[in-house]
């Protein structure tokens, strides 16, 4: 009878848990050693998949198929049976399935018939038990087990102090590393409990072999559990580094005490009673009974697990759902979260799939199928352990983030805020690669995919070749740009020991930076691409015709970009400068490759592109005039005039807020013109360049000041009325009456005379006097 293989009954499992689909697609025609075998073993069925089985049970037929298969890879026509080949092409995966659980249902029914049969025989008498030396058997494998058990519970307990230390000593605050140092201290414990294991197996094989019986010698019996002895007790050493129900600092998972002594309670009974019934008692009733009695046994302990797993899961199934919906919401990446969403919905199937397939698999093929499982979960669990584990105690590295010198950090302000900004991005990197690298541990664990074959092939060797190559070029343009960017902060940095940047230097090292950043980031993005097998020829070439149209089409683009280049290196404009561009004068705020930003007097922000400037009047350039024109009456003596102009630039020179910006002594141009109502006086003081306008406000006030004080008139603006003359050439009366108003009464008819109001009387009196003073004009 064909035996079923582990990887099939999973398969089987996993089709009907997760597929539930029917009608696929006809199997592809299948290989000459394939149908040679199926000729060969026959049977009047269709259930060819169950003779491919055969084949790789059959060493050599395993590597022809493996030859033929590679050969087919390679393009190669392997010799081939055409018509064998057409008559293997007859099954169906669905039939494959419907076999394979036929098949497996029969040797189920098959075995159970036989053990019963076995035991009926046994009760009967019609079959001898082997009870030669068994009381004696029993006495010995009793004193090893009590030896083994005795020896551990003691070492346990010895070193319980030890425990409590490094539990003392996990628990100490050691700020943004303690997944690490917690760590540490779960690892130094896991290898002593991983120490007193084996002593004690040595304690209990010791015994095993000096004490019942003949000396140096050792049963059967105890070498079976001695082994199940170890193997159980490393698991359960393994599941203490999770849950370490006594030890809060030596929890790995973030759980209460309660829940931790509750996880750890049935994975310890179940992994227990399935060890022991499996790889103790399973062999002991094929050796003492029969085969057909063992295989009962498997069956009766694995169903008895599968129901107390079950159970188990019953009950926690809402909390474990409501954990696992909290991680995927507080998942950083959103693959991380979307998986976590997936698992949270489907975990409980998946976990009775499991569990199913487990109980399959034990019972159908006990000898391979269990260690298959084992260490597959093991594989399973370590390298999701170690994924977590790394990806925590990195979190954890990188949330310190890095600190700089004081000295470097005052050279560079924002060197550490920029490497700390990077960490995040990097950081989900490196958790996208642990992702991958432990889906990778976990396919292969369960024969999905073979890690080493891909690892050693030419693809594997290529991938990560380029994977490692792409890493290493994302790091060193990284690297670049934190240095140039380091360097050009430096330069701008106003507290250094050269001293602050100059303006022109400011704007063209700005720019220079954004011109750098784009470079980079373009010629990264080509050998990125270039380094992963696309040809970047043809990019390359389109964007030249892209450019090229792009240049067409954008003309204004160009311009703007061609006249800022030269606006540049004409030194026109800098940052900080007041100038006036295209008609509008305010302060370059921004200045790129294309476009000039100016904020006017009323705080208007304006973005003139470079197109638009035809002229650029620059106000800061090495020095400025403050130029002023004072009208005087033409009454006034012009040189007393410039007398007291000069005393006002000496009060402006006492001034010690004005003085500095001040570069030379004042400049009196003399009478500039003379206007219908003033003769103007012009001077002019040099100043520092951007100081003109403070100082001319500063100057004016005081010249107001000194010409009030000596009498010297400022005429204002003031018009002559003209009536115009007759045909006669005589000039008419102006319709004018002249009032004398001051304070006056002012007679009503039959009334009694009113006192003005002061105030409106005095209003008048002024423009009375005004209209006298028009009239003698």
């Not at 599968?306 to 954990?323: E, V, W």
């Not at 919906?325 to 499991?354: C, D, H, P």
């Not at 030249?544 to 089409?553: D, E, R, S």
């Not at 003209?722 to 304070?743: L, V, W």
Request: charged fraction near 20%; proline fraction near 3%.
């Amino acid at each position: 009878m064909t035996h079923l293989t582990p990887a099939k009954i999973i398969a089987i499992i996993a089709s009907f848990c997760i597929l539930m689909v029917a009608g696929l697609a006809n199997a592809q025609p299948a290989l000459s050693t394939a149908a040679e075998t199926a000729t060969e073993n026959d049977s009047g069925t269709d259930n060819s998949y169950a003779y491919l089985a055969d084949i790789l049970e059959d060493q050599q037929a395993r590597e022809q198929l493996i030859s033929d298969l590679r050969a087919l890879a390679a393009g190669e026509d392997p010799t081939t049976d055409e018509s064998s080949a057409e008559e293997e092409a007859s099954g169906s995966p669905v039939q494959e399935i419907a076999g394979a659980t036929r098949e497996l249902a029969q040797n189920l029914v098959a075995e159970s018939m036989e053990a019963f049969q076995s035991i009926t025989d046994l009760v009967t008498g019609e079959q001898a038990v082997q009870v030669d030396n068994l009381t004696s058997d029993a006495m010995g494998l009793l004193l090893v087990i009590a030896a083994a058990v005795s020896l551990f519970l003691v070492l346990r307990l010895m070193a319980r102090p030890v425990f409590t230390a490094i539990d003392r000593w996990a628990l100490k605050d050691t700020g943004g590393s303690r997944m690490l140092h917690k760590s540490i201290a779960v690892g130094g414990a896991a290898l002593l409990d991983l120490v007193v294991i084996p002593l004690a197996y040595v304690g209990g094989y010791l015994v095993a072999l000096f004490v019942p019986g003949n000396s140096g010698e050792m049963d059967i019996q105890q070498s079976l559990f001695l082994n199940a002895f170890l193997i159980i007790e490393i698991t359960r050493a393994l599941i203490r580094v999770l849950f370490a129900a006594r030890n809060d600092g030596l929890r790995m998972l973030p759980l209460s005490a309660e829940q931790a002594h509750y996880w750890h309670a049935w994975l310890s009974r179940l992994v227990g009673f399935i060890g022991y019934g499996i790889l103790f008692l399973v062999p002991l009733a094929n050796e003492l009974l029969t085969p057909a009695v063992g295989k009962l046994t498997a069956l009766i302990v694995m169903l008895l697990a599968f129901l107390y797993a079950l159970a188990i899961l019953l009950q926690n199934k809402s909390r474990i759902t409501d954990k696992l919906t909290e991680l995927s919401q507080n998942a950083e990446m959103t693959f991380n979260r979307v998986l976590l969403g997936m698992l949270s919905k489907s975990w409980f199937v998946v976990a009775i799939a499991y569990l199913a397939a487990m109980t399959l698999v034990t019972i159908a093929r006990p000898e391979d199928a269990l260690p298959f499982m084992l260490r597959a979960s093991l594989q399973t669990l370590v390298a999701i352990g170690l994924g977590l584990f790394l990806s925590v105690v990195l979190g954890q590295l990188v949330g310190r983030g890095f600190q700089l010198s004081d000295e470097t950090r005052a050279r560079f302000p924002l060197l550490e805020d920029r490497l700390n900004g990077f960490l995040p991005a990097i950081m989900k990197g490196v958790r996208l690669v642990i992702l991958i690298v432990v889906l990778g541990f976990v396919a292969d664990a369960w024969s999905l995919f073979n890690l080493p074959a891909w690892l050693a092939s030419d693809a594997g060797i290529n991938t990560l070749g380029t994977a490692i190559s792409v890493t290493l070029i994302i790091l060193l343009a990284l690297g670049v740009w934190i240095a140039l960017a380091s360097w050009i902060e430096q330069r701008l940095n106003p507290d250094s020991s050269r001293g602050g940047p100059s303006a022109r230097e400011k704007t063209l090292l700005t720019i220079f930076r954004n011109a750098v950043s784009i470079t980079l980031v373009v010629m990264t993005l080509m050998v990125v691409l270039s380094e992963i097998g696309i040809n970047i020829g043809p990019l390359i070439a389109g964007a030249g015709v892209l450019g090229l149209a792009i240049g067409f089409g954008a003309q204004k683009l160009v311009q703007d970009i061609i006249t800022g280049v030269f606006i540049q290196l004409e030194n026109a404009i800098n940052s900080g400068d007041v100038v006036t561009a295209a008609g509008i004068t305010g302060v370059a705020e921004k200045l790129t490759i294309r476009s000039l930003g100016l904020r006017d007097l009323s705080g208007t922000y304006h973005l003139i592109p470079f197109s638009s400037v035809d002229t650029v009047s620059n106000y800061m350039r090495e020095f400025a005039y403050h130029v002023g024109e004072y009208g005087v009456a033409y009454r006034e003596d012009i040189d007393a005039v410039i007398v007291e102009l000069r005393k006002a630039f000496e009060e402006l020179m006492a001034d010690d807020d004005c003085k500095n910006d001040i570069l030379e002594e004042i400049e009196v141009n003399g009478v500039t013109a003379l206007a219908d109502s003033s003769v103007n006086i012009r001077v002019r003081i040099k100043t520092l360049p951007g100081s003109q306008w403070r100082i001319g406000r500063a100057y004016n006030r005081l010249v107001k000041y000194r010409l009030d004080a000596a009498g010297i008139e400022i005429p204002f603006p003031h018009m002559t009325l003209y009536f115009g003359e007759d045909k006669d050439g005589n000039a008419p009366a102006a319709p004018i009456t002249i009032h004398s108003i001051g304070e006056q009464k002012i007679v009503s008819d039959n009334s009694e005379p009113k006192k003005v109001d002061d105030k409106r009387a005095e209003t008048n009196a002024k423009k009375g006097k005004d209209f006298d003073d028009e009239d003698n004009q």
